[in-house]
């Protein structure tokens, strides 16, 4: 890692962040605004503040910067929807509305509109290798998620029921429909999504969401 101030944790406000993320928050905003595909590596330094030999001593090149980025979205995405099931307990919900709490956030984060990127390799657009062998790709972050989400529904320590696991990958399938094929609107998406997982996983038990994943969780095969 080069430079910056405290990379692995939250920056207070006014320090600068590492080299490795200002890189990765230049390419993001590249990939929204459609620049990146004709953006050579001179240009990523320059917008980042870096050498270029900086930018191939950290990243390699162009897909290793993707995969980079990729891997640090997706984990916002699953420590956003942890997060949403987290809250949502705290006020006292059951498992179908936390369940269906932290999917409202994985429809907003990853939709075409408020991520493009994310949308583009969860629904298999682009990207080739930089968004399957160095990040976890779509198996692999459809498998985390239902690992922590099978997890915080079932008492610590006890592995999860048949049923459970089926009722967690049921919702997601269903949440990646809708960014395949969104609905007219988000809050219909929301809405149905809200009554399968009510449907599917009414149960009542208050068990975190972990920072990892624990044997037994359903992992999604596409």
């Known amino acids: 890692m080069s430079g910056g101030s405290a990379p692995t944790r939250q920056r207070p406000a006014g320090v600068r962040p590492s080299v490795r993320e200002s890189v990765l928050n230049v390419a993001l905003g590249m990939h929204t605004d459609g620049t990146w595909r ?24 162009r897909d290793g910067i993707t995969r980079a980025l990729l891997e640090r979205e997706t984990n916002r995405m699953l420590d956003g929807a942890g997060r949403r099931w987290r809250q949502a307990r705290g006020k006292g919900a059951d498992h179908g509305d ?5 999917m409202s956030w994985v429809l907003a984060f990853a939709s075409s509109r408020s991520h493009p990127l994310f949308h583009d390799v969860l629904t298999g657009h682009g990207y080739g290798t930089a968004a399957t062998s160095g990040g976890r790709g779509l198996a692999g972050a459809l498998a985390d998620l239902c690992r922590r989400l099978t997890d915080a529904a079932v008492p610590g320590g006890q592995p ?4 459970q696991l089926r009722a967690v990958e ?17 809050q219909q998406a929301r809405a149905q999504i809200a009554h399968t997982a009510r449907n599917l996983l009414p149960g009542t038990g208050s068990a975190p969401v972990p920072a990892g994943g624990r044997a037994g969780a359903c992992t999604p095969t596409t």
């Open 38 to 61: 004709r953006t050579a590596m001179w240009q990523i330094a320059a917008a980042a503040g870096v050498s270029r030999q900086t930018l191939y001593n950290e990243f390699g090149d």
């Open 160 to 163: 999860a029921r048949p049923d």
């Open 98 to 102: 936390c369940l269906a709490a932290a």
């Open 170 to 186: 049921a919702v997601v399938r269903m949440t990646l429909s809708y960014l395949l094929v969104p609905a007219e609107t988000h």
